[in-house]
């Protein structure tokens, strides 16, 4: 299958942010002599340049050498291209190690060296300068922030500086991302989960989340509706060990693809390791009986913690940790079954995210990797019959070319939240060599033993990572049906305690999360501190609604909404 071609404006956001790296190189020199420039790709919204420093910035230096880089930009009026030798390359750069580094390692491998020189500046670099970096918005772009890098990513490496910026086609993009970014702030879901109650971090087990009881209510709530959607949908929910065998993951491909990332443990001198996938596990039941044709579509769900070694530095959140709950899925069809149930899983997949509230989904096709298992023409297959199932079904899509699993192709979701981001979460892997590695089999129609395919799917993906999207995506103000508190009762003065305590207990006979605030405070205190606890509905119980068997219902957002009973107010909770 042949990748699309880019479409001309992401070409040219890619050739604007590589040129303003090597801008950002020239512009570090010129301040800074002596620095030696590393690597610096275009990355997405923006770009980085690594440097080895001989004094320390910071992010007060930034507007500084953004400024430089300005008032080299009118210079930067035409690239030119020169392919070299490794002499040339030592005659222009032996005084930067990490240009020859590199150098070297290319002349090893055969690999053509080039040097690019635009405005004075000389690079070693393979090119992707298409057009005059005079001619972009100056005010397009902006230094964004300074960061340590070990030297290619290794920690037994050199820590490099490492300076980030952002760019765009012009000014208008460029302030949109900036807005966007000012909401994740006041979005952050690190600083909510912590106002709201929801969870914590500890450094004795770092990278593990602790959810306190209002965050398993949001979870509680949310797996609600998925396990909902998949029961009436025909899944099975199945659990397995969290501790299986080494040679359970060499046998599977995990080990050679994923080791590094796992962690392990001996016991009665085998070595085991904690899962970093569910796929194994489900394998092993199935191989617990003789199927049959007639057992397909097998749909076995598992919401199974994993864990995966991540470094110290990449830890962010609920959005990067060493241990999470996956909605993990596989399904076992015969070969003629396999279109149509992938349909079924993009339907279900789509419909799970418009019940949580996201409207916009991107999807991406994900083609063979660099590494993988299995031979060519039965990814060919695998990867037609993808891109068929989502032109058949009308799905828009792009084609992430060397993306997918090392066992499979892949679809993948993105969702967009409500400040226009997009976030990868479900995913559909199609698998034909899992299932031959394990020698699976059925009974067809016709007596022969058949091998049966794999699908391998999650909607939520990471329920740790969906939680954060979901409290970002609604900036802890949830919906009712998903709020860990919907409602709180909070009464004016002592004599109307008992009314609320039976107003209270009659909430929680309906399933309505409710909570009674009998404290001696004054009520607008109470409902200053409910309210900054988002809750969907405040019922304020003076003597007045006591006497009339009624409660003041104070809706978030819209104020005082007057009294009403409590029948009345069941009744306005049913229609969100």
């Given at each position: 299958?042949?990748?699309?071609k ?5 070409n ?13 190189a ?17 990355i997405e919204?923006?770009f980085?340049?690594d ?5 320390p ?13 300005r008032?080299?930009?009118?210079m ?6 020169k392919v070299?030798?490794l ?11 990490y240009k ?21 500046l000389i690079d070693?670099?393979?090119?992707g300068?298409?057009?005059a970096?005079s001619?972009?918005?100056p005010?397009s ?9 070990y ?11 490492r300076?980030?910026g952002v ?13 966007q970014?000012e909401e ?8 909510l989960?912590k ?17 306190h009881?209002?965050?398993?209510l949001?979870r509680?709530?949310l797996m609600s ?12 929910t199945?659990s397995?060990p969290?501790l299986?065998s ?10 050679d693809?994923?080791k590094d ?7 009665d001198?085998?070595t085991f ?13 199935y ?5 049959s044709?007639?057992n ?5 769900a598992e919401a199974?913690?994993?864990?995966r070694?991540e ?20 399904i076992?069809?015969r070969?003629?079954?396999?279109e149509?149930e ?9 419909k799970?995210y ?16 660099e590494?993988y ?13 993808l891109?068929?199932?989502?032109k058949?079904?009308n799905?828009?899509f792009k ?9 499979g192709p892949k679809?993948?979701?993105h969702?967009?939240d ?6 990868q ?23 022969l033993?058949?091998?049966p395919?794999?699908?391998h ?13 979901i409290?970002?995506?609604?900036k802890?103000?949830?919906?009712f049906?998903l709020?860990?508190v919907?409602t709180?009762v909070?009464t004016?003065?002592?004599?109307v ?6 107003v ?6 309906k399933?309505?999360r409710a ?6 405070e004054?009520?607008s205190?109470?409902?200053?501190e ?6 969907p509905?405040l ?11 009624k ?18 107010f ?7």
């Open positions: 299958m042949k990748s699309p880019k479409p001309a404006s992401a040219k956001n890619e050739n604007i942010r590589h040129s303003l790296a090597h801008l950002l020239a512009a570090v020199r010129a301040l800074y002599p002596g620095a030696m420039n590393a690597i610096g790709p275009a919204n923006g980085y340049q440097f080895e420093l001989h004094k910035i910071s992010q007060d230096d930034l507007p500084k050498i953004e400024a430089k880089m008032e080299l930009l009118p930067w009026t035409k690239w030119t291209k070299v030798t002499k040339d390359v030592k005659k222009e750069f032996s005084w930067n190690r020859m580094e590199l150098a070297k390692e290319f002349a090893r491998d055969k690999k053509i060296l080039t040097f690019y020189t635009c405005g004075g070693l670099c393979k090119g300068h298409a057009f970096l001619e972009i918005d005010e772009f902006k230094l964004d922030r300074v960061a340590g890098a030297w290619r990513g290794d920690e037994k490496n050199k820590m490099l500086t300076i980030y760019a765009f086609e012009n000014k208008k993009e460029l302030e949109h991302y900036l807005w970014q994740a702030k006041k979005r952050d879901h690190r600083k989960g106002e709201l109650d929801l969870f914590s971090f500890h450094e004795e087990a770092p990278g593990f989340v602790f959810w009881p209002k965050g398993m949001l509680e709530a509706v998925h396990n909902k959607l998949h029961k009436d949908a025909g899944y099975q199945v397995t969290i299986l080494e040679e359970l993951w060499r046998r599977s491909g995990h080990w693809n994923y990332k796992m962690y392990f443990t001996k016991i001198k085998r390791a904690i899962k970093p996938m569910n796929c194994p596990g489900t394998i092993l039941l191989k617990e009986h003789p199927r044709w007639r397909f579509p097998l749909r076995l199974g913690e994993v864990h070694h470094p110290s530095g990449t830890l962010h959140g609920l959005f990067r940790v060493r241990a999470f709950r996956q909605d993990d899925a596989h076992f069809v070969e003629e079954q396999v149509e992938i349909k079924n899983v993009v339907a279900l997949t789509l799970f418009e019940l949580i509230g996201f409207k916009e989904v991107e999807v991406e096709l994900s083609t063979r990797p590494k298992i299995g031979s060519l023409a039965v990814w060919t297959k695998a990867e037609s019959t891109a068929k199932v989502l058949d079904l799905v828009k084609l992430n070319r060397g993306d997918g699993a090392f066992y679809i993948d979701f969702i967009k409500s400040a226009s981001r997009l976030w979460c479900g995913t559909i892997q199609l698998d034909f060599f899992m299932p031959k590695r394990f020698e699976l089999e059925y009974t067809d129609k016709d007596g033993k058949k091998r395919i794999m699908i799917r999650t909607v939520i993906g990471s329920i740790q990572r969906f939680t954060g999207i409290i970002e995506h609604f802890g103000a949830f919906p049906w709020a860990p919907q709180a909070l004016i003065n002592e004599k305690a008992d009314y609320a305590e039976k209270f207990e009659e909430l929680k006979k399933d309505i909570e009674l605030d009998l404290r001696n004054s009520i205190k109470k409902i200053r409910a309210e900054l606890q988002k809750i509905y019922l304020i119980i003076g003597e007045k609604e006591a006497a009339a068997g409660v003041a219902v104070r809706e978030r957002g819209n104020g005082d909404t007057g009294q009403k009973t409590l029948e009345e069941l009744a306005l909770t049913k229609r969100q």
